[in-house]
């Protein structure tokens, strides 16, 4: 393990094990007591390279962290990691200059970014993105409206996918600085699940950046590879929360008795919770198996090339959706058994039933994956597996 993955694992035990569960009010942003505590341990955006100030850590760690802060608070997990969508794209097709100034920035402020590729009517078809981009001299200028964006409100920057005004099939990635003239966040989203997570809408109007800003590449192929590692971080948020499931059924049936005889000797709880640990070992694998994956392209010499000749990894699409579709049925099967309690808003079954719903849902739902799949990994003979 490396030692962000152990500091992660201490925090977790020290601090997010006793701090009370987040409510409908609550926003994890660079304000909490409980984010402070966790940037000054030097914690936050812990994937972003030593080249730019950051501890570095690998995909294969990510997962673990990932894992390890979901058990306790999977809103709080779903906060700390999203911002390597925007972060890892900027890495890899940002200018020198753009690269070192922002991610450095981040870094030491221990805050955030965030990334805006969706849109109410263009949906999951980002060929239909509405917001456009116009190049003037040396600025661009950005106008359109965007659906959701976590960390939005208190990112540094965000980095925004757009059509350019005179051409429907160029598409960039364009960073935006917090406080730009003619961006604003709109009001936050009430969420189901992921309690403590801020995403908000957008609205940019006449919002101008330095022509700079805007990443090398297509825009469409660059949030393509972006997606890759937040992924399967979100894969790796159902270990944690399986592993939860697992650990509250066990402290369940401790005291609970049946027939006479203590819950833990039931043939049919015991058959449950051996489903569930075979479940979950799967999940593990396939999440540890798109990070190697992952973590072999990033070592590359041109990192950003070998993304995108390999474009969307099939083994993070993989990773997503059978952790989603898993932990949903292991949810769905949980929140059975704990009886009444167990769908009292008191149990904490129902906060993470809530919050597993988002793994089938966000950066691509199933429908959406199934199709992607179908048409790079199904239809051409060699991508077969
Ligand atoms: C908590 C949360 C955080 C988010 N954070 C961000 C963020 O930081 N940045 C960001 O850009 N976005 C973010 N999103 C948006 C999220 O990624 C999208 O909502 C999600 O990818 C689904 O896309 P959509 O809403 O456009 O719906 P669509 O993809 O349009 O889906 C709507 C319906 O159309 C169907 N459908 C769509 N395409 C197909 C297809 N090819 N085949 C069959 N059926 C199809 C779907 O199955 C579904 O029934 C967030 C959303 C949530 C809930």
Redesign the pocket.
């Given at each position: 393990m490396s030692s962000v993955a152990g500091e992660v694992a201490r925090f977790c035990g020290d601090v997010l094990a006793h701090a009370p569960r987040p409510d409908h009010d609550t926003v994890y942003d660079d304000r909490h007591p409980l984010w402070q505590k966790f940037a000054a341990a030097g914690l936050a955006n812990w994937w972003v390279p030593e080249r730019f100030g950051g501890a570095g850590a690998s995909t294969v760690d990510g997962v673990r962290i990932a894992a390890e802060i979901a058990y306790h608070d999977p809103g709080f997990a779903?906060t700390s990691f999203?911002p390597v969508?925007a972060s890892r794209m900027l890495e890899l097709y940002g200018g020198p200059g753009l690269a070192q100034e922002h991610l450095r920035g981040l870094v030491s402020s221990g805050g955030f970014c965030?990334?805006?590729?969706?849109e109410a009517v263009?949906?999951?078809?980002l060929t239909n993105t509405a917001t456009t981009f116009r190049r003037t001299g040396d600025v661009l200028v950005l106008n359109g409206e965007?659906?959701?964006?976590?960390?939005?409100a208190f990112a540094r920057f965000c980095l925004v996918l757009a059509r350019a005004d005179d051409d429907p099939r160029e598409f960039a990635m364009i960073l935006v600085p917090a406080g730009a003239e003619g961006f604003e966040a709109g009001p936050r989203?009430r969420?189901s699940g992921?309690l403590g997570?801020g995403?908000h809408p957008a609205t940019f109007t006449d919002c101008v950046v330095p022509a700079a800003n805007e990443l090398a590449g297509s825009g469409i192929r660059i949030l393509e590879v972006g997606l890759n590692a937040s992924r399967i971080m979100m894969a790796a948020m159902a270990v944690g929360m399986i592993r939860r499931l697992r650990d509250l059924h066990m402290a369940y049936a401790a005291d609970k008795r049946l027939g006479g005889r203590p819950l833990t000797r039931n043939a049919i709880f015991a058959a449950r919770l051996g489903q569930l640990e075979m479940e979950l070992e799967t999940v593990k694998s396939q999440c540890h198996r798109a990070a190697l994956d992952y973590d072999e392209l990033h070592r590359a010499p041109d990192a950003g090339a070998a993304f995108l000749a390999g474009g969307v990894l099939k083994s993070a699409v993989v990773a997503k959706m059978h952790a989603g579709q898993t932990g949903w049925r292991i949810a769905s099967t949980a929140s059975e058994s704990f009886g009444g309690l167990g769908y009292t808003e008191q149990h904490d079954v129902q906060w993470l039933l809530r919050s597993m719903r988002?793994i089938s849902?966000?950066?691509?739902?199933?429908?959406?994956l199934?199709?992607l799949i179908y048409g790079r990994y199904v239809k051409r003979p060699s991508r077969r597996g």
């Amino acid at each position: 393990m490396s030692s962000v993955a152990g500091e992660v694992a201490r925090f977790c035990g020290d601090v997010l094990a006793h701090a009370p569960r987040p409510d409908h009010d609550t926003v994890y942003d660079d304000r909490h007591p409980l984010w402070q505590k966790f940037a000054a341990a030097g914690l936050a955006n812990w994937w972003v390279p030593e080249r730019f100030g950051g501890a570095g850590a690998s995909t294969v760690d990510g997962v673990r962290i990932a894992a390890e802060i979901a058990y306790h608070d999977p809103g709080f997990a779903f906060t700390s990691f999203l911002p390597v969508l925007a972060s890892r794209m900027l890495e890899l097709y940002g200018g020198p200059g753009l690269a070192q100034e922002h991610l450095r920035g981040l870094v030491s402020s221990g805050g955030f970014c965030a990334a805006l590729g969706s849109e109410a009517v263009a949906g999951s078809e980002l060929t239909n993105t509405a917001t456009t981009f116009r190049r003037t001299g040396d600025v661009l200028v950005l106008n359109g409206e965007k659906a959701f964006s976590t960390n939005l409100a208190f990112a540094r920057f965000c980095l925004v996918l757009a059509r350019a005004d005179d051409d429907p099939r160029e598409f960039a990635m364009i960073l935006v600085p917090a406080g730009a003239e003619g961006f604003e966040a709109g009001p936050r989203w009430r969420m189901s699940g992921l309690l403590g997570t801020g995403t908000h809408p957008a609205t940019f109007t006449d919002c101008v950046v330095p022509a700079a800003n805007e990443l090398a590449g297509s825009g469409i192929r660059i949030l393509e590879v972006g997606l890759n590692a937040s992924r399967i971080m979100m894969a790796a948020m159902a270990v944690g929360m399986i592993r939860r499931l697992r650990d509250l059924h066990m402290a369940y049936a401790a005291d609970k008795r049946l027939g006479g005889r203590p819950l833990t000797r039931n043939a049919i709880f015991a058959a449950r919770l051996g489903q569930l640990e075979m479940e979950l070992e799967t999940v593990k694998s396939q999440c540890h198996r798109a990070a190697l994956d992952y973590d072999e392209l990033h070592r590359a010499p041109d990192a950003g090339a070998a993304f995108l000749a390999g474009g969307v990894l099939k083994s993070a699409v993989v990773a997503k959706m059978h952790a989603g579709q898993t932990g949903w049925r292991i949810a769905s099967t949980a929140s059975e058994s704990f009886g009444g309690l167990g769908y009292t808003e008191q149990h904490d079954v129902q906060w993470l039933l809530r919050s597993m719903r988002h793994i089938s849902i966000v950066e691509g739902g199933d429908d959406v994956l199934r199709d992607l799949i179908y048409g790079r990994y199904v239809k051409r003979p060699s991508r077969r597996g």
